[in-house]
């Protein structure tokens, strides 16, 4: 009679938004999860409001959205990613359906035919029909971020969903199989534990009132690394959509340069795909480079200016310019911006 009442309860929820944080992740993990969300929505909200005032050429030097804004992003982007982030600071109230893994949910992940081409690949099994929660759909896996090619994932590597984001999108199949809206996000398990130490992993909330840390490299944004920053990551990817065939529209890009493999994503990798054919303004790290760096552009009261992505942890004002030829300063050539006080290059 408890798990009946558990179905008709959990049925009775699907419509709200933030839709699940599956059972297996745990009590601490759901509530780190939990933590993390509204941090991420915070980040958004903040994010959102100070660009709906922001004419990108018109700004001041003075103004630190300037600082974040120009080096990575076209004034042409700019409500493109104002709705995006109002999607995220909405995302509770506005009909998503977005459900939380951890590593010990990756069971959903099946090796089964592809009906469509009659090859064997991964596919999520747990999207619904809309109309009729309890009729399950499964939907090829397609997005997940690429440690490695799409087709180099085989059955014989088990650990390929453990260590990985990965976030995959429901959509309507047909009249019969409506899982638009829905989202499915799994987290890795020492990006919820948020122990790394090479990385500041506090909430942004927290580095925002209590300062920088003084450690290596937590003057650095790619360094300030909450669980809140993946969960916004992922979001991006979410409130993207897909395009008319069903792809994702925020996507990962691999930098083929990079060993071991991953995506585009540092500050300076984000200045270089300015404006590359899938732009920053499609990439989900450079996103969320753009709003942390929005959200941190106040610290303790003070203006932070990320114009290179690192500041000075007293003066928070940028440091470190890139030497002449550097990866940096060809990435500035392709895309031109202000620095406040220095005009580099
Ligand atoms: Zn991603």
Known sequence: MKAINFAVLFVGSASAIIE???????FIDAFLINSAITDA?????????????????????????????????????????????NSIKNIKTTGYKVRFYCQGSSGRIEWTTDPDTNQPAWFDTDFYHNAQPDQKRSIRVGSIPNAKPLGSWTKNDPTMF?????????????????????????????TIDGTRLQTDNRDFADVRSGGLLTGTNFNVLDYIRPLSRTILHELFHVVGGLDANNKPIVIDVPNPNASPPRNYGTFN??????NAPVSTVRQAECLTMLAAGLYLDQIQGKPA?????????TTLQPVSLPAAGSAAV????????????????
């Not at 050429?57 to 630190?64: E, I, Q, R, V």
Request: aromatic residues 10%; charged residues 15%.
């Open 20 to 26: 699940s944080i599956d059972p297996s992740c745990g």
């Open 41 to 85: 929505i915070t980040v958004a909200t903040d994010a959102g409001t100070q660009l709906s005032t922001f004419t990108p050429f018109a700004a001041s030097l003075d103004d630190p959205r300037v600082a974040i804004y120009d080096p990575l992003f076209n004034p042409g982007d700019l409500q493109t990613i104002i709705g995006y982030l």
């Open 330 to 345: 060809q990435a500035r050539a392709m895309a031109p911006f202000r620095v406040r006080g220095s005009y580099w290059g």
């Open 269 to 274: 990798e984000c200045m270089s795909q300015k």
């Open 162 to 190: 453990l260590g990985l984001m990965e976030c995959n999108l429901g959509w309507t199949v047909n009249d019969n199989f409506d899982s638009s809206n829905q989202a499915h996000i799994q987290l890795a398990q020492k």
């Open 305 to 313: 200016f990320w114009s290179v992505g690192v500041v000075d942890t």
